[in-house]
């Protein structure tokens, strides 16, 4: 690794727990949210946002950008924070999260900020936009790249295969699904509820290219991004194996931090836990 791309993924790493730490804040003042596979996904979206994606935050309509697709939109607290960071909105504006009236709410909804390309709640439902979004794109002779990030647990979802069925045999090149391979949804852990595995032997079938590495390394993961862009005869899906409340110890891989937001008194220990983290990366000598 040449030095410039040691200090540019020590900058990544930096972002990413930055964007945890406005997410705390944000799930604080909103008293509600999602709260483990944000903290999970914030390397996965520091890498997209600030390395990646193809996008202009001042101009967000702008015909050429690469459309990211958030299958899993109960999420979206942490894509919020990665928008604010890259400059689609004031950072400020974070502190409205579930409020009434606000631009952020509790799903993404497309018609009220710019820059989110589908309203998401129901999950099994982004994978077809993509799908159709790439597939138009073809047609179309259009460059930009199409990613659609989904969970692990909405698998569960039948729609998730008849999408993965017309991808495959449409053969969208242009389309990497990411699927946040942390293996717990709201009740419990994803292999106790509704087996998935063998993911990859599955996505294999329906004519997919499957690459799986460590969501929270974003070196390996940009590394998987960079060899789906090289697959040209069909999608490719990033299996990114995460820990769900990645940075804070005493909630990593607790279910129950689905989808709670932390108290008063929680927030400060959680914080203190990624400032430490924090201090760590800066002081890192490459």
């Not at 982004?126 to 990613?147: E, S, T, W």
């Not at 242009?174 to 032997?201: C, F, H, K």
């Not at 079938?205 to 005869?233: C, K, L, P, Q, S």
């Amino acid at each position: 690794m040449d030095i410039d791309q040691a200090k540019t993924n020590k900058k990544l790493r930096e972002m990413a727990n930055t964007m945890r730490q406005d997410l705390i804040s944000m799930l604080l003042k909103a008293g509600s949210g999602h709260t483990a596979g944000p903290l999970g996904m914030a390397d996965i979206f520091a890498a997209f946002y600030f390395h990646i994606l193809k996008h202009d935050p001042k101009n967000p309509f702008w015909e050429e950008r690469d459309r990211l697709i958030l299958s899993n939109g109960h999420i979206c607290p942490i894509r919020y924070v990665a928008m604010a960071r890259s400059g689609y909105f004031p950072v400020e504006e974070l502190a409205t999260l579930r409020k009434f009236g606000t631009r952020l709410q509790g799903h993404p909804e497309r018609e009220k900020l710019p820059g989110v390309e589908t309203t998401s709640g129901p999950l099994g439902s982004g994978l077809g936009q993509a799908a159709g979004i790439a597939y138009a794109a073809l047609m179309d002779k259009k460059k930009f790249r199409v990613y659609c990030l989904m969970s692990d647990g909405e698998q569960d979802a039948g729609n998730i295969w008849e999408s993965a069925m017309f991808a495959g045999k449409n053969k969208l090149r242009n389309l990497t699904a990411v699927m946040d391979r942390n293996n717990i949804q709201i009740t419990g852990m994803t292999e106790d509820i509704m087996p998935l595995e063998s993911i990859r032997a599955k996505y294999e079938a329906f004519n997919w290219h499957v690459i799986e590495t460590n969501g929270n390394n974003i070196e390996e993961f940009i590394d998987a991004v960079d060899r789906a862009r090289a697959i040209y005869e069909k999608p490719t899906i990033i299996i990114a194996h995460t820990i769900p409340g990645k940075g804070i110890p005493e909630i990593e891989f607790d279910f129950n931090w689905h989808g709670k937001a932390p108290n008063k008194e929680e927030a400060k220990r959680f914080l203190h836990e990624l400032r430490t983290i924090g201090g760590k990366i800066t002081s890192e000598h490459q």
